[in-house]
């Protein structure tokens, strides 16, 4: 008796879930899963990671070239990007490798000190923007569109010994240095981003020591070169908007990183909120909320600690009403760099940070707990549902604003059977799927990277390719990782299918590429 009673409820459960289990907890994860209508698919690189040539042609020194030369060992491996992936003589292959991937669009950035020599515009280096031209060129010739990156961390050196982007002139500087590309390249480029990352520039060029110039002026010189970077920003946009979208119709905007802050308990969710809103609030507030400025806890945070230290003034640089104005609503898309999520609790001892400093400000700390799986790179585990939740808060917090996804890829040691990438591609795809699914309006998909680069201070031991970068040959020969045939297949079929199994033995250009 008992066992028969028991029977038909064991086979029920089985059975529902079969149903249940399947489209709730694992979603979608046996089937084959459909991008919308007119998603467009590319992959990413920056010039200072790829390019090489230095000083070829009339191109000046800017601060990552400054940095390796004067300090040679600065990198892990004491290698510099005076060559790297040579695509300053190299782009065809670069294009190729677009066309063999079936892209949309390809994002590289372009070199200030290749394009203007001297800073400024008073003389344009011809050789520079020829490369420019030729690369944009060999890209349209395959309907392959550019997507162009104005500043991506290669400032010249001649700014930063003016400061950088800690003296407010840069506003005039950069915006001077933007207009000159929208003249030359806008006819053509229709996709433009002002600067990549604004927090990796300021907190870790200024605040820190882990990117070029490595100030590390804790506290004070990575709020001001925020506050210059926005109106930067800013001001190039409505350059453009003003002087050429009309004519050339494109579109542009900002690329911020944010990772996912998950609390460690709910006793720490305030500070889990906290520290999202200096990672990526500070940039991202100013521009996609209603009210404009920085967040207000950033505010009133950093007034009070300013003031209990002795400074005479916030060491948060204001806005004016009128730039506060000029900032607000200054970007067509939210461009978002994202790879990782980690696990805060609050902090208040000041004995873990420097006085004043970024993260006392914060009172929070971050870990990645030990059983999260992850990459080459110390940062970046591979935790899909931080991307779910990431979309969820810009989608909720900035009135569901039109999203790039610009950049979000996976580091290895190098070599061609990457699995941990495919697995890991496959997972943020899907989440950000789970994501448009509840409404965010999330448009453009981009792979960080086309191929292996320099990875700034961790010099070639990361690898973040999809195809493998031959440093030892002096092609700089490039080949296509299983990632690839896997990243190829999704773009082809505008599909995400996690059971499909690529043939590896041959790249191929399919046809209309
Ligand atoms: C892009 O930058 C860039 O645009 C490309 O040029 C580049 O090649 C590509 O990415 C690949 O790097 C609290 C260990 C604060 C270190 C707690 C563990 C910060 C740092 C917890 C864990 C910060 C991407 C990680 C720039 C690294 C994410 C730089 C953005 C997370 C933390 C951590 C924490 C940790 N950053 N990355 N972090």
Redesign the pocket.
């Known amino acids: 008796m008992l066992l028969l009673r028991r029977f038909p409820t064991f086979t029920l459960t089985l059975f529902s879930c079969i149903l249940l289990c399947e489209s709730n907890t694992l979603k979608a994860r046996q089937t084959v899963r459909n991008f919308p209508d007119g998603f467009l698919f590319g992959t990413a690189t920056?010039s200072y990671?790829i390019e090489g040539g230095w000083n070829a042609d009339g191109k000046s020194e800017n601060i990552w070239d400054h940095m390796t030369h004067n300090n040679p060992c600065v990198t892990d491996d004491c290698l510099n990007g005076d060559v790297a992936d040579d695509s300053y003589n190299l782009y065809k292959r670069d294009v190729e490798m677009a066309r063999e991937l079936g892209l949309d669009f390809y994002r590289f950035s372009i070199s200030w000190s290749r394009v203007l020599p001297t800073s400024f515009p008073d003389k344009m280096n011809e050789a520079g923007v020829q490369y420019y031209n030729n690369l944009i060129n060999e890209l349209l010739k395959y309907n392959i569109e550019p997507m162009v990156t104005i500043y991506?961390?290669d400032l010249p050196q001649k700014l930063q010994e003016m400061s950088g982007w800690t003296n407010p002139h840069i506003v005039d500087w950069f915006s001077d240095y933007s207009r000159v590309l929208f003249e030359q390249f806008g006819d053509r480029v229709k996709y433009w981003i002002t600067l990549?990352?604004p927090r990796?520039i300021c907190y870790?060029g200024y605040g820190s020591v882990t990117m070029a110039p490595q100030l590390n002026i804790q506290g004070t010189a990575e709020y001001m070169c925020a506050k210059n970077l926005l109106v930067a920003h800013a001001k190039a946009y409505h350059i453009y908007d003003k002087e050429f979208r009309a004519t050339q119709g494109g579109t542009i905007g900002i690329t911020i990183?944010a990772?996912w802050m998950e609390p460690e308990t709910e006793d720490h969710a305030e500070a889990a909120e906290v520290?999202r809103q200096f990672?990526w609030g500070q940039y991202a507030h100013p521009i996609f909320s209603k009210a404009g400025d920085f967040p207000p806890v950033m505010k009133e945070r950093i007034a009070a600690k300013s003031a209990a230290q002795g400074f005479q003034r916030s060491r948060l640089p204001e806005f004016t009403a009128e730039e506060v104005e000029m900032v607000r609503g200054s970007s067509d898309f939210f461009g978002l760099?994202h790879?990782?999520s980690?696990i805060?609790f609050k902090n208040e001892s000041s004995l873990t940070y420097d006085v004043p400093s970024y993260y006392d400000d914060i009172e929070a700390?971050?870990?990645?707990p030990s059983d999260w799986s992850g990459a080459a790179?110390?940062?970046l585990k591979d935790v899909p549902w931080g991307f779910y939740k990431l979309l969820t808060a810009i989608r909720e917090n900035y009135d569901n604003p039109v999203v790039f996804i610009t950049?979000n890829?996976y580091?290895t040691y190098g070599g061609l059977e990457d699995e941990d990438r495919i697995t890991y591609y496959r997972g943020y795809l899907n989440a950000m799927l789970d994501a448009m699914e509840d409404g965010s309006d999330v448009r453009v998909y981009t792979a960080?990277?086309l191929m292996d680069?320099f990875?700034?201070m961790r010099g070639y031991t990361e690898r973040?390719g999809l195809y493998e970068v031959d440093y030892e040959s002096p092609e700089r020969t490039r080949t296509p990782r299983k990632s690839a045939f896997v990243y190829k297949e999704i773009v082809r079929t505008r599909a995400l299918d996690f059971n499909y199994e690529p043939n590896t033995t041959i790249m191929t250009i399919d046809e209309g590429h």
Do not use: R
């Open positions: 920056a990671q991506h961390w990549n990352e990796e870790q990183s990772s520290m990672e760099n790879y990782s980690v805060v700390n971050g870990y990645q790179s110390s940062w950049e890829g580091s960080w990277s680069n990875e700034w973040f």
